[in-house]
């Protein structure tokens, strides 16, 4: 089975464009996650999604939004963007989110780079 | 919050020698997994513990943990210079996201 993949591998903008990241899960999973992680850091939580409603969100402005679709993969969106929003964006698959913590399987994550 | 924070921030070891890294969390969990990231790529989950359990094993990993301390620890026994990462814990609590600290970074020199 494939894992966790995302797309693009790598992106660079300019400040103030709107940037679109994809991620496809692992057959079978139904929640989908997606985390920051800038240089030197651990991954921040930023959205969970589980059959297609969110049901978590980190400490992000709402310039960060995020959806899943029927076929359980997402998108995550992030408009006007600033030169801290460069960062290694990850996304992780899970079998379950409701109520409790399960193991997540992570994709490769997108490196985007705002100049 | 559920946020683990790993102990040293870095460790420097020759192979064949063990690593040991520590996690320390606040709040009251149901698990605690532990995650392994090789430079600026995705994580890889290693293992995940129960609250109920107080040892586990997997290959040449060991994770601890002690609830009444509320701490959990990663033995890496006879390491290989392939496990130069960053090692992070994630605390497991009543939501489904996870909260992670800045990681241990271990090297290992061949």
């Known amino acids: 089975d494939a894992g966790v993949t995302q797309s693009p591998t790598h992106l660079i903008k300019t400040r103030g464009q709107h940037v679109t990241l994809r991620c496809s899960p692992i057959?079978?999973?139904?929640?989908v996650s997606w985390y920051q992680q800038v240089l030197g850091q651990g991954p921040q939580f930023i959205f969970q999604?589980?059959?297609?409603?969110?049901?978590g969100r980190g400490n992000f402005p709402d310039r960060f939004s995020a959806r899943q679709f029927p076929n359980y993969s997402s998108e995550l969106n992030v408009n006007a963007l600033l030169l801290g929003d460069s960062a290694l964006y990850l996304c992780?698959?899970?079998?379950?989110?409701?109520?409790?913590?399960?193991?997540?399987?992570f994709g490769p994550g997108t490196r985007l780079t705002v100049t | 919050s559920q946020q683990g924070e790993e102990d040293p921030q870095a460790l420097s070891i020759q192979e064949g020698e063990n690593a040991t890294m520590n996690c320390s969390y606040k709040?009251?969990?149901?698990?605690l997994q532990w995650y392994r990231q090789n430079s600026g790529r995705g994580l890889v989950h290693l293992i995940l513990?129960?609250?109920?359990?107080r040892e586990k094993h997997s290959g040449r990993l060991r994770v601890t943990l002690d609830t009444s301390k509320k701490s959990s620890s990663l033995l890496i026994t006879a390491s290989r210079a392939a496990d130069t990462a960053s090692y992070f814990c994630?605390?497991?609590?009543?939501?489904?996201?996870?909260?992670f600290g800045k990681g241990t970074k271990l090297s290992v020199k061949p």
């Open positions: 992780a698959s899970s079998l379950v989110s409701v109520g409790w913590s399960y193991e997540q399987y």
């Open positions: 057959s079978g999973h139904k929640s």
């Open positions: 999604y589980y059959e297609k409603e969110e049901r």
């Open positions: 709040t009251s969990i149901n698990n």
């Open positions: 513990i129960r609250s109920n359990e």
């Open positions: 994630a605390p497991g609590g009543s939501q489904g996201n996870l909260i």
